[in-house]
């Protein structure tokens, strides 16, 4: 099974953070996400030759990702191995499969891509300001930051001036510290703002 994969990397002090989008790779990221939440999945069924105690927990295992058969998700498991998103840690004697550093960028990156900003059922009156000012040597940080407001749904005052009607003080909160550019972030809630008319068009509101 082919993968088309896409990359988009964020430069920081330390290196670079290598976000990894998968258009085909639903079952890869949902193996992912069960690592996440605590499931446990023994390193035994990475080797070439599954053991037969393994079978039926590969078959649950399978069912619940949705897996068209038992060798699909085995594939989808190697891939991610291959790719170094798990690792092999011990927990009360047994070696199980965790997520690695790769694999927990691509969670973060999975939470990203669903990411939303909830519209309530009465507007509160209040607009949410994003202001930011952050340095050329997080040049491209910034614009994958920016490009997120857009993907957010925000309206572009000024260049590093966004604004949003609804409550997101979380969402902003999480990709700043996601792209590490929080330092350089400030949110503002505004009663009043110029331009109103024009906003109110623009987000539907009454």
């Given at each position: 099974?082919?993968?088309?994969?896409?990359?988009?990397?964020?430069?920081?002090?330390?290196?670079?953070?290598?976000?990894?989008?998968?258009?085909?790779?639903?079952?890869?990221d949902?193996?992912?996400?069960?690592?996440?939440?605590?499931?446990?999945?023994?390193a035994?069924?990475?080797?070439p030759?599954?053991?037969?105690?393994?079978?039926?927990?590969?078959?649950?295992?399978?069912?619940?990702?949705?897996?068209?058969?038992?060798?699909?998700f085995?594939?989808?498991?190697?891939?991610?191995?291959?790719?170094?998103?798990?690792?092999?840690?011990?927990?009360?004697?047994?070696?199980?499969?965790t997520?690695?550093?790769?694999?927990?960028?691509?969670?973060?990156q999975?939470?990203?891509?669903?990411?939303?900003?909830?519209?309530?059922?009465?507007?509160?009156?209040?607009?949410?300001?994003?202001?930011?000012?952050?340095?050329?040597?997080?040049?491209?940080?910034?614009?994958?930051?920016?490009?997120?407001?857009?993907?957010?749904?925000?309206?572009?005052?000024?260049?590093?001036?966004?604004?949003?009607?609804?409550?997101?003080?979380?969402?902003?909160?999480?990709?700043?510290?996601?792209?590490?550019?929080?330092?350089?972030?400030?949110?503002?809630v505004?009663?009043?703002?110029?331009?109103?008319?024009?906003?109110?068009?623009?987000?539907?509101?009454?």
């Amino acid at each position: 099974m082919k993968r088309k994969q896409e990359y988009s990397s964020v430069k920081t002090t330390s290196g670079y953070l290598e976000f990894q989008i998968h258009s085909r790779g639903q079952l890869a990221d949902h193996i992912l996400l069960m690592i996440n939440e605590g499931i446990l999945l023994p390193a035994s069924l990475l080797n070439p030759v599954l053991p037969k105690a393994m079978r039926p927990l590969l078959r649950q295992l399978s069912k619940k990702c949705h897996a068209a058969k038992n060798e699909t998700f085995i594939k989808s498991l190697s891939y991610l191995n291959k790719k170094r998103m798990v690792s092999i840690a011990e927990k009360n004697g047994q070696a199980i499969l965790t997520l690695s550093e790769n694999g927990k960028k691509r969670i973060l990156q999975f939470h990203l891509d669903q990411m939303a900003i909830k519209r309530p059922k009465r507007w509160d009156g209040c607009w949410r300001v994003v202001l930011f000012d952050i340095p050329e040597r997080k040049k491209q940080a910034r614009e994958i930051f920016r490009s997120q407001l857009k993907k957010l749904g925000f309206y572009q005052l000024q260049k590093s001036c966004f604004i949003h009607p609804f409550d997101c003080k979380s969402e902003i909160d999480y990709i700043s510290e996601l792209f590490e550019v929080s330092p350089y972030v400030n949110f503002i809630v505004a009663k009043e703002i110029e331009g109103t008319t024009k906003l109110l068009t623009l987000f539907h509101l009454p």
